[in-house]
């Protein structure tokens, strides 16, 4: 797998990987996300977000809506709690609609505050659908108890109230700090030639002026496990149970993430699954996740029950996490693991727009992109004392949080 890599006079870095497809797809990740705000900006780079696409100095918000969409391409951004992200997919024909659709969102948004004001209607409905539905509302709110006190605990939506605060004095100050070419990474996946892509980058954002990187993070705070437990209207009772984890440069991090699979990833073999689900039928929705920061991380378990099994799930939980602090993986189970993993990960670079995130986020945060051989190889180096190792760190029942929405 080869990728290309270029950087322009002021700082913007381009990775590509050139695939014989008709299909093409192309976005611009920016080093800037919810923990970056001030106090006094909660949800306004998700806001942002939302008004990139309302007005450029020479196009209203139809006109960047069906600019891609009139050629049969798509057009769509998310905000994550380090990231900013727009992105489309078209006909590898249309690279020069897309790049230069790109650099007029970003630097000639106008964000007019009539369409400002109807957006902010739109956020507050996010919200609210998220509070209705309790099995998403627990993943933001166990957030918030991990990194109680700190900028990664808040949602990544902001509140109603912050919401209705935000003027575009506010984004044009949050767009001038953060926005600048040092910040992000252009990646692309399709069939276009490599020089041919950087030049038409160069045509649109060479003369975007470079202010340096901007974005340098303070420390996470000291983490102090916390047990909570809230009465929702609801039918089913739902729980969070997880601790902090690795950062992104941690070595430990890729035994966690096999780990993770493992305990309850994706497969329906899974050993969450397999010995709680499928066994014992407890529960319907049962799941683990490891999500790692620039420079921490978090590893969380869920699963919704009926409130009758609360107790009974949470030991068989437990059960599970002690046999992998308890006892090595024996050979087979190990290779088991990693094969499992390895043909995940295959199976994913399938999917060239889910690649294309892929190598943004590795070329942003690594300035890299390892190939599938050094990924594997790094896979099969993982011995079942390293993966004891990281369970019981991870793991030790001392350093967990609980989150639990009861019935009303």
Avoid at 3 to 9: A, G, M, Q, S
């Amino acid at each position: 797998m080869e990728f290309y890599t270029h950087r322009l006079k002021n700082g913007m870095r381009i990775i590509h990987k050139q695939v014989p497809n008709v299909v093409a797809h192309a976005g611009i990740m920016i080093d800037v996300g919810s923990r970056d705000e001030l106090d006094n900006e909660e949800g306004l780079t998700h806001f942002i977000e939302h008004c990139l696409f309302k007005g450029t100095i020479k196009r209203k918000a139809f006109h960047i809506l069906s600019r891609l969409e009139d050629v049969g391409g798509e057009l769509n951004a998310y905000t994550t709690k380090e990231d900013t992200y727009i992105y489309g997919s078209f006909l590898k024909d249309y690279y020069e609609r897309t790049v230069e659709l790109f650099h007029d969102i970003l630097f000639n948004s106008t964000y007019p505050e009539k369409e400002l004001e109807k957006e902010k209607d739109v956020i507050v409905d996010e919200i609210n659908s998220y509070k209705d539905s309790p099995s998403e509302q627990i993943f933001d709110d166990f957030d918030g108890l991990i990194f109680a006190g700190d900028a990664l605990g808040k949602n990544v939506l902001g509140t109603e109230e912050s919401i209705e605060r935000f003027g575009r004095q506010d984004i044009q100050s949050f767009v001038d700090r953060y926005f600048q070419p040092e910040n992000m990474v252009f990646t692309s996946v399709g069939d276009i030639e490599p020089n041919k892509l950087f030049k038409l980058i160069e045509k649109f954002f060479n003369h975007i002026p470079s202010k340096g990187k901007v974005n340098s993070r303070g420390k996470v705070k000291l983490y102090t496990p916390q047990n909570k437990v809230e009465s929702l209207s609801q039918f089913q009772t739902h729980c969070m149970i997880g601790n902090r984890a690795y950062g992104a440069k941690e070595e430990k991090r890729k035994t966690l993430v096999l780990l993770n699979n493992l305990l309850g990833g994706p497969g329906l073999s899974s050993r969450l699954n397999m010995g709680i689900r499928e066994k014992y039928g407890f529960a319907y929705s049962l799941e683990s996740n490891y999500h790692y920061y620039s420079d921490t991380g978090l590893f969380s378990i869920y699963f919704g029950t009926d409130e009758k099994y609360l107790n009974r799930v949470g030991k068989l939980v437990e059960k599970e996490l002690s046999k992998l602090m308890d006892q090595p993986l024996g050979i087979r189970q190990l290779d088991k693991a990693k094969r499992q993993i390895i043909g995940q990960i295959a199976i994913a670079q399938e999917n060239n727009n889910q690649l294309m995130t892929t190598i943004a986020k590795s070329y942003h945060t690594f300035g890299k992109v390892d190939s599938l051989e050094e990924v594997y190889s790094k896979i099969w180096s993982i011995s079942s004392l390293d993966i004891q190792e990281v369970a019981n760190e991870i793991f030790c029942p001392e350093n967990l949080s609980t989150l639990i929405f009861k019935q009303r």
